[in-house]
């Protein structure tokens, strides 16, 4: 399986990004490079979760507007910038979850599915694609989000446990639960 | 949290539209717009209400510790019956405001730490008692005592409103000659002594003399002179009539007694 290549940086990038941050601390104008690295990222993974496009953006903006009124806070840990982008954007997409400004919604492309299923062990036909794209929409938020993270979005453990504060081999082991899980729904199903 | 709709195949937005959405100049704007000003903050409120509160409280008891240390320097209470005199607690206060009577009982040697009671057929001593917390009692009542005795003779002596005097003096020094010559208790106003008491020592210990008149008894002058010298002799509860015939209390007289 493919890893998100945005992720892993070569030390010579983190040591440019970092040197982005501490001018931004000091120059908020000067945080421009760092969003217009990560804006299309952190867009796409929130309009990954939700439906409305325009609320999406909203979001995008809100996540960048927060990060630059908490940079001075920001503490750089030997993990790429984004996974603290990435920990605000889940806290924001949340918030208008609550405060149904928006809905939570998965969305899967047809390629995905049958690696899905390839994954469940099952075979890889029409019927089974259904079954399984009705057990996805049973499936639980906390294990829906480490399905999305790992096989919808292809990141690597180290990152899904970075994003959601655990640590890597956590990631695995909740990931590995979760698919059995799904193999569970889909099973039932038949 | 639950998931309302699963979408299959969306249609996916190209890298350059989301490029296009970029707008860094608005988070710029907005963050600086949103931004929470430092003395917003709660963080402000919760660092500047503590340091109030600490500065309140440092005032306090710096006000508490000076307060109970000016009490502990000079704190000396005089009861005498029927009158009573209090020492002022503050030993910087001006001589014009100590009254004598204060300074004197300071100086004399017969300061005790205990009250001293003797009842008498027709009258009642009690004798100077010192109440104070320091240790070094002598050392704090003596001393203000010294420098006032020499300044009891300088400092003018403040005249009021019906002040009796023997001899012309209120409060201070007076010669045994003087003293000898009075007769008479008279007032600077137009009040007509009719009673007083005098604190002398007679010799074995102090007593107080009840007169009902405004004269000074020959018998009264003898003892005093024959057992006071270098004393202070106190004639307090001094009445007298003014002109309407009402009775009045009348300021003390507060004198040392000296060849």
């Known amino acids: 399986m493919t890893v998100n290549p945005m992720y892993h940086q070569t030390n010579q990038r983190m040591e440019e990004e970092l040197s982005w941050i501490r001018r931004a601390q000091k120059d908020p104008e000067s945080f421009g490079p760092l969003y217009k690295k990560y804006h299309e990222q952190i867009f796409r993974y929130i309009y990954q979760r939700m439906d409305d496009e325009e609320q999406a953006f909203d979001i995008t903006s809100q996540v960048f507007m927060k990060a630059l009124n908490n940079l001075h806070k920001y503490e750089y840990r030997g993990v790429p910038f984004s996974s603290w982008l990435y920990r605000i954007a889940k806290s924001e997409l949340y918030q208008s979850f609550r405060d149904r400004k928006s809905e939570r919604t998965v969305n899967i492309e047809s390629y995905q599915l049958f690696e899905m299923i390839d994954e469940i062990e099952e075979d890889n036909s029409e019927m089974n694609k259904k079954r399984l794209f009705a057990s996805l929409a049973k499936l639980k938020e906390k294990d829906m989000q480490l399905i999305e993270m790992r096989f919808f979005e292809k990141r690597s453990f180290k990152e899904m446990g970075e994003i959601l504060e655990i640590t890597e081999n956590n990631a695995k082991v909740k990931t590995f639960r979760a698919i059995e899980k799904l193999k569970q729904l889909f099973n039932t199903k038949s | ?259």
């Open chain 2, 1 to 259: 949290m639950e998931i309302k709709k699963v979408n299959l195949d969306r249609q996916n937005l190209s890298s350059s539209y989301i490029e296009k959405r970029q707008d860094f100049n608005h988070v710029l704007k907005s963050a600086k717009m949103t931004k929470i000003p430092t003395w917003k903050s709660p963080w402000f409120y919760g660092a500047v209400g503590l340091s109030s509160v600490a500065i309140v409280a440092m005032v306090f008891t710096n006000y508490n510790i000076k307060k109970e240390l000016d009490d502990k320097k000079a704190t000396l209470k005089i009861n005498n019956n029927p009158s009573k005199a209090v020492i002022a607690k503050n030993a910087s206060k001006s001589m014009e405001e100590i009254p004598n009577a204060h300074i004197a009982t300071a100086q004399s040697s017969t300061l005790q730490k205990e009250a001293l009671s003797t009842n008498q057929s027709d009258f009642k001593i009690e004798k100077v008692s010192i109440e104070t917390n320091v240790d070094n009692t002598n050392e704090i009542v003596s001393e203000p005592a010294a420098e006032s005795t020499t300044q009891i003779s300088k400092a003018p002596v403040k005249r009021q409103i019906g002040q009796p005097t023997i001899n012309g003096i209120a409060n201070g020094i007076i010669r045994v000659d003087h003293l000898k010559n009075s007769n008479l208790i008279e007032s600077n106003s137009s009040f007509e002594i009719t009673s007083y008491e005098v604190q002398y020592f007679n010799g074995k210990q102090d007593v107080v003399a009840q007169i009902r008149s405004n004269a000074i008894p020959e018998e009264l002058k003898d003892q005093i002179i024959a057992n006071n010298i270098g004393e202070m002799i106190f004639i307090t509860g001094i009445k007298g009539l003014d002109e309407n015939g009402k009775i009045v209390k009348l300021p003390s007289i507060n004198l040392k007694l000296s060849k």
